[in-house]
Each structure stands twice: as structure tokens, then as C-alpha cells.
Nanobody
Framework: QVQLVESGGGSVQAGGSLRLSCAAS????????VGWFRHAPGEEREGVAG????????YYADSVKGRFTISQINDMNTVYLHMNSLKPEDTAMYYC???????????????????WGQGTQVTVSS
């Protein structure tokens, strides 16, 4: 069993920043992939960033490259999503998810990830 708990969401104005946290516990391996996904009303859930816990390799969706940064602290139990230059179109429920390490390199497909947190809401106003 893997537990993932997100925090850090909130409301900001366009151009602002937020940092989301994903605390992982349970049977999560040191080499697993942890991804951040978002789901906006009327849209499909999409992957935005992923990190392989052991190597630190990172992956980003084109829509967030240069604005979002995924990172982990030394013990690798917390993964952060630093979001800068936020836009109204970034408004969504953000989820973290975990699965085997190769899921990161497959394009952060929603169907590849077995373990999900409950999500944290991010709202960006213009």
C-alpha cells in the first residue's frame, strides 16, 4: 500500500507562484516515479511533471516547461512542484501519483499510475 498526500494548493493571481508538496509513505520504492497531474473541469487529467526518486531524472509537459519545477528532498519522501508564472489555464485539481520508474519516461500517462493522492486545488485568477 502506498499513501500519497498532497498539500500547498490555493488561490493566486496570474503571474504568481505556488509550491505543492506530495508526502509519500508505505510500500514505495526508492526508484519509483512520482508524477504530478492536473484535472481541470471539462478536461482530461494530464501529467505535468515527473521525477524518478532514485536518479532524480525529471520530465515535464510542454505546457509547463520553464515555469514548473519538480524536486525532492534528500530522503525522497516528499516531492515538490514549484509553480511559477502561473496562468489562469493552470487552474485545476492537482494530484500526485506513483508507480514504477519507467512510467516517468512513457509520457506521464494517467493509465500507467496505480497509486494516487486525493488532490489539492489550484486556482489562478486573471
Amino acid at each position: 500500500q502506498v499513501q500519497l498526500v498532497e498539500s500547498g494548493g490555493g488561490s493566486v493571481q496570474a503571474g504568481g507562484s505556488l509550491r505543492l508538496s506530495c508526502a509519500a509513505s508505505g510500500y514505495i520504492y526508492s526508484s519509483d516515479c512520482v508524477g504530478w497531474f492536473r484535472h481541470a473541469p471539462g478536461e482530461e487529467r494530464e501529467g505535468v511533471a515527473g521525477i524518478v526518486r532514485g536518479s532524480g531524472s525529471t520530465y515535464y509537459a510542454d505546457s509547463v516547461k520553464g515555469r514548473f519545477t519538480i524536486s525532492q528532498i534528500n530522503d525522497m519522501n516528499t516531492v515538490y512542484l514549484h509553480m511559477n508564472s502561473l496562468k489562469p489555464e493552470d487552474t485545476a485539481m492537482y494530484y500526485c501519483a506513483a508507480d514504477r520508474n519507467w512510467m516517468c519516461s512513457r509520457g506521464l500517462l494517467v493509465s500507467d499510475f496505480s497509486h494516487w493522492g486525493q488532490g489539492t486545488q489550484v486556482t489562478v485568477s486573471s
